[in-house]
């Protein structure tokens, strides 16, 4: 079974610019989550999706946004970039995430660097 | 708020053993994973834990203690490739469904 795929895997961007991520969940997996990586900050969660509806959320803007698709396939977009926003962002699928503890399995990443 | 810490650092000999320690401050508390993630790589799942005790597995084992919001991570037999970041995370219970939220994790360095 092919694992969680990230495009693109490396990003440049300039500030004020927007750019959206893709996420492909495992196949039979519906729950899609979010994370920025950063070295000082680490793994911290950014938005949580099933059946194309957000179920949660991270304390992240506005700026910050996503969504899923039928086939849970997920997008999430960064508006006006940031210097900050530089960072690994990962999505991980799991097959349920409402009151069961599946585990969550992570994807490759994609680097953004904004410059 | 939420609060989950583990060492920044550590270090230790291939062949011994080293316990990685996590302590959290939550609500809503309903499990702990633990995930291994060398550099430049994604974090892959070790363990879970939701009831109190040890979970063996191979080399790796995990700790929790819920009254004292306290796991650890085991590692025996170090190996070189065991050279990697461990991540701590904790699943809470929000807004009626669950969510991951992780430590900042600890850089282990295994020396020959």
């Known amino acids: 079974k092919a694992g969680v795929t990230q495009t693109p895997r490396y990003l440049i961007k300039t500030r004020g610019q927007q750019v959206t991520l893709s996420c492909s969940p495992i196949?039979?997996?519906?729950?899609v989550s979010w994370y920025q990586q950063t070295p000082g900050q680490g793994l911290q969660f950014l938005f949580e999706y099933f059946s194309e509806t957000q179920r949660n959320k991270g304390n992240f803007p506005g700026r910050f946004s996503g969504r899923q698709f039928s086939n849970s396939r997920s997008e999430m977009n960064v508006s006006t970039l940031e210097l900050g926003d530089s960072a690994l962002y990962l999505c991980?699928?799991?097959?349920?995430?409402?009151?069961?503890?599946?585990?969550?399995?992570f994807g490759p990443g994609t680097r953004l660097t904004v410059l | 708020g939420q609060n989950i810490d583990q060492p920044t650092e550590m270090t230790a000999t291939e062949g011994a053993i080293v316990q990685i320690n996590c302590t959290y401050q939550t609500s809503g508390f309903n499990g702990l994973f633990w995930y291994q993630q060398h550099a430049g790589e994604a974090p892959t799942f070790l363990s879970y834990?939701?009831?109190?005790g040890l979970e063996e597995k191979g080399r790796f084992s995990s700790f929790l203690s819920r009254s004292k919001g306290y796991s650890y991570l085991l590692l025996k037999e170090l190996q070189m490739k065991d050279s990697a970041s461990y991540l701590c995370a904790v699943i809470l219970f929000s807004g009626g469904y669950n969510k991951l939220i992780f430590g900042a994790g600890t850089r282990l360095a295994v020396h020959p």
């Open positions: 834990n939701v009831l109190d």
């Open positions: 196949s039979g997996h519906r729950s």
């Open positions: 991980a699928s799991s097959l349920e995430t409402t009151t069961s503890t599946d585990t969550q399995y």
